[in-house]
């Protein structure tokens, strides 16, 4: 392993060690195989580390006895890139392994290659290059752009066919020779039935020092905006006695624990493990609840875990907005659950909301800013409104509505701004600019990637191409907008 040789590398070999030096690990991952892996996260240490795909990928990967698979992740500052677990700079690793979870997160892998000169076409990497795998949430609704990047792409849930393709891999083998054995037959996403848990848990995750444990993966609510609806395939949920299981077996370790699934809530065995936890004496936090199905025994657990704010995701302003977006709740549920959040105590209140939907009116706006007041006037002392554009992506029934364009979208802000200036009330609006990329990325072709990939080796800020590109979606679903418009409008 090459230690760093000047200030820059040991600035970032110092990062790297302190973030290291606070995690505990629960359980023994270390791998001791000679097929070195680098599993990528391309975004910061905070997000990457509570993802629960670093920790299963970290396992599984170690528990083939050949593999020995460290983690990175994405600081735009780096330029060495130590490994989180033995130090060892990127470069002498062979396969790299990317997570994409994001749109934007491609910009950091796009970042990483071009660091260490990377081709970021497939084609044009040779033997001495590594071999680019990609992976992740992406990979569910849209992989053109990774097609064109990774040498092999692996779509959908980590499979077991993936694992025995890498296992059958030997250090020796020629980049040709790994990519074949690493390509698997999956052309649409695997989806599996095993469920993640942290392996590691460290204070600097967003999360915090909380042990993970994934309930549940996909949603049978198939709200029309949401890709985990649509795209991640069935509803599995885990046994609660399994849950509970793997608490009391890292109890030692922290009694803080944290539920992830795409909705908490809909896991049958929400109120029994929220029962135990109030009964160890656990702390107890939630991914993502839905509020038409808060119980009183999950919010008396949430309450007793010191959880001082309490979240909820109404996503449409008015009931024309919700039912459009098929989200199946009225606005009687959402004050009953304020009502139940204020019953347990809350003050604080962070409300989710989608707004800027081509057939939104005026008067769907205005109702986000009535119930923040209704919140205020509830006695909630802190009401937080996030408020993010729609968009549209691939594989839901949105896929070919267009995009909000961003003169409009500033307008719609200021329209909310203006109605909600008022003490204790807080707007978080998502990036528009971002938001513009996001809808690009998610819905970009084959053509467009080639044409972007060909921009960003030369060095060129991506961000005008993907605004012009998102413009030329738009402008192809001028149709969509009348149509769609009508058939929304009754809603
Ligand atoms: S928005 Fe939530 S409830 Fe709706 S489909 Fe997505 S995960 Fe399920």
Redesign the pocket.
Known sequence: MRKPRDKRSWSEYEQVSSLKFRERFVTEVSGFGDVRVALIYPNSYEVGSASLSTHVLLRKLNELGSVRAERFFYNKDFLKYYSFDSLTPLDEFKIWAFSVHFELDLMNVFDILNKFSVPLRKEERNEFHPVIIAGGAMTYFNDNLLTEVADVVHRGDLSEEFLDGLSAVDHWMHRKEIIASLETEHVTPFFSDVLGESVFISPDSVFGDRYLIEVGRG?F???R??V??HRYGRPRFRKSDEVFDLMDSVADFTNRFGLVA??VT?YPGIDEVAEHCIEKGYELSVS?L?LDSVSDTLMKSLRLSNQSIFTI?P?GGSQRMRDAFA?GISRGDILSALELGRKHGFRRVKMYYIYGAVFERREDRQEIAEMALQASSMGYTSVVLSLNPLIPKPGTPFEEMPMESLSGLRKYEKEIRSELLVEGVKLDFESLKESQVQFALANIDKSHSRELLAHVERGVDPTPILKKYAEEVNSKRKEWKKHGKEEYSGC
Do not use: I, L, M, W
Request: charged fraction near 40%.
């Open positions: 949603c609510r198939k709200c905006f949401c985990a609806g795409a909705t809909d993502s839905r995701a996503e989200k």
